[in-house]
């Protein structure tokens, strides 16, 4: 299959599935604002975030008592990490990423949709 589609397909594939589960991480955020004691939550590709460390050298350590250990994050299927990002959930910047998250989204779709015009087109070429 790579031979036809390349590893764009997968890639936008996976863009897409990390796209739609933020998604519902930052719409949870605004369902919760008023629920006290909650804490916002993002998600970040896992592999993006070990390649980013291990190229940089940067190892995760305790500097303090109360940081997480590193096993406490939990991790999706998908490789997508769940990690809390901040203190009290602020409206006006989960609008921000749920905005900006859809811009991404809809990227990646027309990426995706550009694919397979450019495949219907070699094919109908080759007839």
Do not use: C
């Amino acid at each position: 299959m790579d031979a036809l589609f390349g590893k764009t397909i997968e890639m936008l594939s996976t863009v897409l599935d990390f796209r739609s589960a933020r998604h519902k991480v930052i719409t949870s955020n605004i369902a919760n604002i008023d629920t006290p004691d909650y804490r916002p939550k993002d998600i970040v590709f896992k592999e993006a975030l070990e390649a980013i460390t291990s190229k940089n050298g940067v190892t995760m350590t305790k500097s303090r008592g109360g940081h997480m250990p590193e096993q406490s994050i939990s991790t999706d299927r998908a490789g997508f990490e769940v990690i809390n990002s901040g203190e009290k959930v602020n409206l006006d910047s989960e609008m921000a990423k749920l905005a900006e998250n859809n811009l991404m989204h809809n990227l990646a779709v027309e990426l995706l949709a550009r694919k397979f015009r450019g495949l219907n087109t070699f094919l109908r070429e080759v007839k």
